[in-house]
């Protein structure tokens, strides 16, 4: 894939580009979010410090 001269300005100002099809199919993308949910709940189980959820907002993380 060749990018577009528009497409490599736009990678460049924000750092990803939006694609047109999805390349995880939703069955196996919620299968990868249980696995990481598994991993890091095994982790915060023997962790001397918690893990940060790092998709809560800043208003979540202050409120815990």
């Not at 990868?32 to 998709?55: C, H, M, P, T």
Request: charged content about 20%; proline content about 3%.
């Amino acid at each position: 894939m060749k990018l577009t001269p528009s497409q490599f300005q736009t990678f460049q100002q924000i750092g990803y580009l939006e694609i047109p099809h999805r390349v995880i199919e939703y069955d196996h993308l919620q299968q990868l979010r249980q696995s990481y949910d598994q991993v890091f709940n095994k982790l915060d189980q023997i962790a001397e410090q918690g893990w940060r959820n790092l998709s809560l907002t800043a208003e979540k993380t202050n409120d815990q």
